[in-house]
């Protein structure tokens, strides 16, 4: 099982940023699909979910209306588009995917940092 992340970056408020996630070693069209992230002396915050069925989604109401979250199940890829970008968005992003039986199994990203600065 492997999940490979890209995009981050150093960006300036307002900016936005576009991370992927590559993954296999799983059924990935069956599995649910997160982003989550890490600042600096903080706990890993959950920041946007995505269903395997039907593709419905998930947000932390920090970046609802600015982050959106998709999936292309033909390239094995979560997608995490971030628009707007504040201050407070900086911290280390990790890809996240649960899959099986009650999603018991679960795999994470190295993480991807992006830091949000003028």
């Known amino acids: 099982v492997q999940l490979v992340e890209s995009g981050g970056g150093l960006v300036q408020p307002g900016w936005s940023l576009r991370f992927s996630c590559a993954a296999s070693?799983?059924?990935?069209?069956?599995?649910?699909m997160s982003w989550y992230r890490q600042a600096p002396g903080k706990g890993r915050e959950l920041v946007a979910t995505?269903?395997?069925?039907?593709?419905?989604?998930n947000y932390a109401d920090s970046v609802k209306g600015r982050f959106t979250i998709s999936r292309d199940n033909a390239k094995n890829t979560v997608y995490l588009q971030m628009n707007s970008l504040k201050p407070e968005d900086t911290a280390v992003y990790f890809c996240?995917?649960?899959?099986?039986?009650?999603?018991?199994?679960?795999?994470w990203g190295q993480g991807t940092q992006v830091t949000v600065s003028s």
């Open positions: 996240n995917a649960r899959w099986g039986l009650a999603r018991s199994r679960e795999s």
């Open positions: 995505i269903f395997s069925a039907g593709g419905g989604t």
């Open positions: 070693g799983f059924t990935f069209s069956s599995s649910l």
